[in-house]
């Protein structure tokens, strides 16, 4: 290393120092200015980033997250705006004086602008979430999947009218289906897909008290990341008061992440702060599977379309689940050294039908992080044959324990676990291979 690049890295190193002291004074600062709240969580800190430069981010599918101290935390909400939940949410929000980033679908946006209004007026970051929520993006030509976030993008635009510029250039894809020609298309436009790094599975048909403690334990486990919450949904708002009080309590610190323009310079960061591990010199420790996406996978009732909260209100959410699950041929796997490219499963390989969002993050991103590009920039990373089974390996082990955990927790499902257990044991081929093989035996 030369002289000059020593004292380069020194320099950005510094400044980084920097913009770290300065977010805990903002945080105090911001706190004790929360009107009516002199305890309130606060913003720590504000995140400027450039979509061009780090177009795909979360750690459940891609390489990339938001370059996060520990116990850093990133709060955003999909599928609204829906009045009777979302205002709600906002209000939560506001007593704590924290800021999140939604993802609005463009029809609701339609039938509610001035939800997505209030959503600005609060300071909050607003991004968009298709046009009609389908979950079927990961099999979508593109021409399609163009007009359904061009048509969400522009729905939410019209509800912003003369602010239309506030609108970040953030999107998530609906039930996380990734593709690979949604994301190009996204990329191209300059358009930041926000993948997660962590869930509160609150679209299931589950307690508040369970969201609030999936929330908490999954954070606890990551120690820091972005939380993907919906604010269209009662038992989310139920549980977000006591999610953002323990946050406070643990020492979690809330950072608003808002997108680089001409006057806003991104935040400096270093290349491998976008990286949840950095591990350099040896990708076959990255990306780790989260254990916590199979705990809960087929140990929890399914869920079905009419359930889902707010199918009634919005029908939006309600789209055609897909029927086939679209599995690669293994032949068409490329072997070696190239880059995996795979396309997205089904929704209805976990039996939960439309109108939720996240089912598929472990399985999808089980298979998805071996395309993506890594997050320095250059070429794509890849893994070797030998690496990618050990990565199989590892995932299967993490499987057996999320499913042996689950067995101690939740009665009544000891068979199933059992069946899961073997179906673990019977492949080499990661979790996607396995929890096809449960399904097939549940069906
Ligand atoms: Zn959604």
Not at 385 to 399: D, K, M, P, S, V
Request: charged share 20%; hydrophobic share 40%.
């Amino acid at each position: 290393m030369s002289e000059a690049w020593r004292g380069v890295r020194w320099w950005r190193q510094a400044a980084l120092a920097l913009a770290v002291l300065g977010g805990f004074a903002a945080h105090a600062a911001l706190a004790a200015d929360c009107p009516g709240n002199p305890n309130a969580l606060g913003v720590s800190r504000t995140l400027v980033v450039d979509p061009r430069q780090h177009p795909r981010i979360g750690t459940m599918q891609y390489p990339e997250t938001l370059p996060l101290a520990d116990h850093e935390v990133v709060l955003t909400f999909d599928d609204g705006p829906l009045p009777k939940n979302s205002n709600k949410v906002l209000d939560i929000l506001a007593d704590e004086c924290v800021k999140a980033t939604f993802f609005t679908i463009g029809g609701q946006a339609r039938a509610n602008p001035e939800g997505v209004r209030k959503l600005l007026a609060a300071g909050h970051t607003i991004g968009t979430h298709t046009q009609t929520h389908p979950l079927s993006m990961n099999r979508m030509a593109t021409d399609r999947a163009r007009q359904e976030i061009e048509d969400g993008i522009a729905s939410t635009k019209a509800a912003l009218g003369d602010n239309a510029d506030a609108l970040a250039p953030f999107f998530r894809i609906p039930g996380l289906l990734r593709a690979d020609n949604v994301e190009d298309y996204l990329a191209e436009q300059g358009i930041q897909t926000w993948s997660a790094d962590f869930l509160a599975d609150d679209w299931r048909h589950i307690s508040s008290a369970r969201v609030y403690d999936l929330a908490v334990s999954r954070l606890e486990a990551k120690g820091k990341g972005i939380l993907l919450l919906h604010d269209i949904q009662a038992r989310t708002v139920a549980a977000l008061p006591r999610i953002l009080q323990t946050l406070k309590a643990r020492g979690y610190r809330i950072v608003h992440v808002v997108p680089a323009t001409a006057e806003r310079p991104a935040t400096p960061t270093e290349p491998q702060q976008w990286l949840f591990h950095p591990a350099p010199d040896s990708i076959a420790q990255w990306p780790q599977v989260p254990n916590f996406v199979f705990v809960h996978v087929g140990s929890l009732p399914v869920p079905s379309r009419a359930g889902f909260d707010s199918a009634e209100e919005s029908p939006l959410l309600g789209q055609a689940a897909p029927t086939r699950v679209p599995w690669p041929d293994p032949s068409e796997v490329v072997p070696g050294n190239a880059t995996v490219t795979l396309a997205a499963p089904a929704s209805s390989l976990f039996e939960i039908e439309g109108g939720l969002d996240v089912a598929l993050h472990g399985a999808a991103m089980s298979r998805h992080v071996h395309k993506t590009a890594s997050a320095a920039p250059g070429p794509s990373r890849r893994l070797s044959r030998r690496e990618a089974r050990r990565l199989a390996l590892t995932n299967g082990r993490q499987a057996r324990l999320a499913h042996a955990s689950d067995r101690q927790t939740r009665r009544g499902e000891a068979q199933t676990s059992r069946q899961k257990t073997r179906a673990a044991t019977t492949t080499r081929r990661g979790p996607v291979k396995r929890l096809v093989q449960v399904r097939k035996r549940r069906v």
